[in-house]
């Protein structure tokens, strides 16, 4: 799909879409549990429509009434073998699940999923207990249960996707665990994972992110859940607003745990004009300056910070490139070649990338690379300029959020396919 985006005046009120990242945690969560659980806002997006056919392959039901979701759960796998398309948390999240099974399960994805590691689900699971075996570090991978609990060391550092999903696992495991983490990034998704895991009735022991100690044979109890509006969509439609005229987001908590609420930070620092209430952020134009954000934590921000910093005088400075190079593209590098089509000026100085702002957006064919926030990026950092551009494989962005172009259309932004 090509798209073409055309200079434009943003101004009206949007609805937040439902967080991915929450859909997907709570839809583990209810597979697990007893009893029947609503989920409610649930998200539509691809790697949550993956999550919800993955929970019925591997024993619930699931009636969808178009505002709810009722799931009836119960882990009793279906399927011998688990699709996951390209969600990379979905994966890393139901690996250690599918390992509470006694029978071999077989995890595959699909387009960037299959280039991106997991010997670090194999060599905990394993560890654990449980037989794991990938294609030399890569999809499919076969696990067989049971995942028995014990005592075991993870690398926090690239990811913290593969300790949600042991986190969720081990207290239905029949022993007690710890797990003792080194170098933990992205701190707010483990907060994620605890808030959702104790609303559906499961504790464990936190120690200052460094030790995890989880009692076995606990019981997930079902429950009625309603998912907030996602913190890494919305961070778009902010930016939106900062450099091209002015939108109010509805629907996003100011205190989630989500860690891309961060791009208020940002956007306080650029000096956007913000209004932020319980339930609803307004952000407008104003003479936007330079601003400095230490992204280790919340990673995906970088492309709407990016499309923020090419209108900000000054450079901006985001730390934090490291965490780029396993997500849908190698970002820091398609970020580097396609902002640089656009005539922004992107370097990367070990772990900073420093981006010059005030430029002209200059005409260009955009490459998404398959990554839906890059197609965002694309399409926001164009609104103020003079010239239209092209995003190929503009269809990505149903990765996070499929109604992105249509919600922009109706904020005022020209799009057309």
């Not at 509470?100 to 299959?114: P, W």
């Not at 991978?141 to 075991?152: Q, S, T, V, W, Y």
């Not at 120690?207 to 009625?224: A, L, M, N, P, V």
């Not at 923020?308 to 450079?315: D, E, N, Q, S, V």
Request: charged letters at 20%; a negative charge.
């Amino acid at each position: 799909m090509i798209i073409k985006i055309l200079p434009s005046a943003i101004s009206g009120t949007l609805h937040a879409p439902a967080s991915k990242s929450f859909a997907q945690r709570a839809l583990a969560a209810a597979l697990l549990a007893d009893g029947t659980t609503i989920i409610r806002n649930p998200s539509r997006c691809n790697d949550a429509l993956a999550a919800m056919q993955v929970i019925q392959n591997l024993g619930a039901t699931i009636e969808d009434n178009g505002d709810n979701l009722i799931i009836h759960g119960g882990l009793n796998p279906k399927e011998k073998s688990l699709d996951f398309g390209e969600a990379g948390l979905g994966i890393r999240l139901f690996s250690s699940i599918v390992a509470l099974h006694h029978e071999e399960i077989i995890l595959n994805g699909r387009g960037s999923l299959l280039s991106r590691p997991m010997g670090s689900i194999s060599d905990a699971l394993s560890a654990l207990g449980a037989s794991c075996k990938t294609n030399n570090g890569f999809l499919p991978i076969k696990i067989r249960g049971p995942l028995a609990g014990g005592d075991i060391e993870v690398d926090g550092s690239l990811s913290s996707q593969v300790l949600s999903g042991l986190i969720m696992a081990l207290p239905q495991s029949d022993n007690d665990s710890t797990i003792r983490v080194k170098s933990l990034k992205s701190i707010p998704y483990i907060d994620m994972t605890l808030s959702i895991m104790e609303h559906f009735g499961v504790r464990i022991k936190n120690s200052d992110y460094t030790e995890f100690r989880i009692s076995g044979k606990q019981s997930y109890q079902s429950c009625d859940y309603i998912v907030e509006g996602d913190w890494s969509g919305a961070a778009f439609l902010l930016v939106a607003g900062a450099i091209a005229g002015n939108i109010e987001v509805l629907g996003l908590d100011p205190n989630s745990s989500q860690a891309d609420k961060e791009i208020l930070t940002a956007l306080q620092q650029a000096g956007a004009m913000l209004d932020i209430s319980k339930n609803s952020i307004h952000c407008s134009k104003a003479d936007l300056n330079a601003f400095k954000l230490d992204a280790t934590h919340c990673p995906d921000l970088f492309p709407p910070l990016v499309a923020l910093a090419a209108h900000c005088k000054g450079t901006s400075q985001i730390s934090g490139v490291n965490r780029l190079i396993h997500k849908e593209s190698n970002r820091a590098n398609a970020l580097l070649k396609e902002m640089g089509k656009l005539g922004i000026s992107i370097k990367i100085s070990g772990d900073e990338m420093l981006i010059q702002g005030k430029v002209d957006i200059q005409k260009a064919k955009i490459d998404s690379h398959n990554d839906h926030r890059i197609a965002m990026a694309a399409a926001v950092v164009t609104l103020p300029g003079k010239s239209p551009i092209e995003i190929m494989g503009a269809d990505c962005i149903s990765k996070s959020y499929p109604d992105f172009y249509s919600d922009m259309i109706k904020v005022g932004g020209q799009i057309n396919e």
